[in-house]
């Protein structure tokens, strides 16, 4: 019965991982449509919408299923509560792209993009990794991949307000760049989340690992 | 007063927090326990305390010396033919392997429920009164009390009051348990040990046991012998978890289900093995 847990477990763990790179995906095209004007990649970027959610729903009442038959203990048992818990921070991940994305099809495609805002790059390449380094935490059960994410996330956070600063100079000098700006301000504000929720995925990697909580303010 | 141990495992004797249990927290304790049965030795360097009003679980695979344990504490084992033990288990300070120890004291101070429901072939009030009986109690008013008391303490007074004189055979698998418990009861021990008390029953007199066991550990301090592991981690406050005769690990239920420290630990209650 136990094998049959192990194996449930590690399907489980696939799907998990599917899903991560999914939402990852939907943050990377939502920025490359941003930079590119490509709006048939925003709305490839909406359509994922569902496919993330219905990862969310079947994985959880798998876990459930598997906690309902099997009543698992110690280590699965903190995989599976780990689980629960990083499939929401992944789908709230893949809906800050599918935001971002919308915002693109809807207001941007159409105007030139005035601004050359290299720092909402930067910050989307700091928290993709940050996600990506989470994920590889997830899969291989360790935890050296996740151990510098205050530093990191320190990083992002001084971005996103080097941003806030940098649009509030656009906006003072010409008004015509409030829509974009204001636009750029709330796209540098879900990355920003975006990596607090990869912060949330390492303190749950840690604690299946380890089963110590930590908290990476 | 710490417990120093030959135990090879570093988790297999006292969690830090019992290890500093003062004289009047905890009620039984073994000291360098070892037993053999024959050639055999089922029990190696046990060290540990179990707390008064707490209940204590040990789990383990079959064979893994933990009934044995259990029955080191009411002495059982001296039954055994070829059976040899070593070390103290120290009940309130005594050795209750003491060659001036009070035997028939010390099985009346630390009662025992078995897997199988025993009841004696006899009324359900005599069950009941049959150990206060042997205790030099014959007074009618006493004894009703006493029947009155524990059936209620073991939940079962509702469903017997109106037919005491019934046979306890007549009972159904639950009741009679809750009945052994209650016999335990009426000769007020301080400890009460339970092997796999709930094994032959099904699932809704299980739960009645449970409860029951909840409410016992107020006044009682209940040691449990169990298989099912989801049912230790339900009840008891602290678990024990043996393997091949020796203590692997002992702790606090929470941490040895959610994040034990031995590997061998993890291994048994993920179904690695056994």
Known sequence: ?217 | MLIKSKNKYKHGTESDENSTLKDNEFVIECRDLNLWYDEFQALKDINMRYRKNKVTAIIGPSGCGKSTLLRCFNRMNDVIDDCRIEGQVLFNGRDLYDSDADIRLNRKKIGMIFQKPNPFPMSIYDNITYGPKIHKIIEDDILNNITERCLKRAVLWDEVMDRLEDSAMELSGGQQQRLCIARALAVEPEVLLMDEPTASLDPIATQKIEDLILQLKKEWTVIIVTHNMQQAARISDYTAFMYLGEMIEYGETTQIFENPKEKLTENYITGRFG
């Open chain 1, 1 to 217: 019965m136990a094998k049959e847990m192990h194996k449930e477990l590690l399907f489980l763990k696939n799907e998990v991982s599917k899903m991560g790179h999914l939402a990852l995906n939907m943050l990377n095209d939502s920025i490359d449509s941003l930079y590119n004007q490509d709006i048939e990649l925003a709305s490839d970027v909406l359509e994922k919408k569902e496919k993330i959610k219905d990862y969310d729903n079947q994985i959880e009442e798998k876990t459930l299923k598997l906690i309902m038959l099997y009543q698992p203990m110690a280590i699965d048992l903190r995989s599976l509560a780990a689980i629960l818990k990083i499939i929401t921070y992944l789908h709230r991940i893949g809906r800050y792209g599918k935001d971002i994305a919308d915002v693109v099809k809807k207001h941007l495609s159409e105007r030139q993009i005035a601004l050359n805002l290299v720092n909402l790059r930067h910050i989307y390449e700091h928290v993709h990794s940050m996600i990506e380094d989470a994920l590889k935490a997830f899969e291989e059960m360790n935890i050296s991949g996740i151990k510098d994410f205050e530093t990191r996330d320190d990083e992002v956070d001084k971005l996103r307000w080097s941003i806030f600063r940098e649009c509030l100079t656009y906006m003072i000098e010409d008004p015509k760049y409030i829509t974009e700006c204001a636009h750029y301000m709330m796209f540098a504000r879900y990355l920003e989340r975006c990596g607090d929720h990869a912060c949330k995925i390492a303190e749950k990697v840690h604690y299946m690992v380890t089963g110590k909580h930590i908290e990476i303010s």
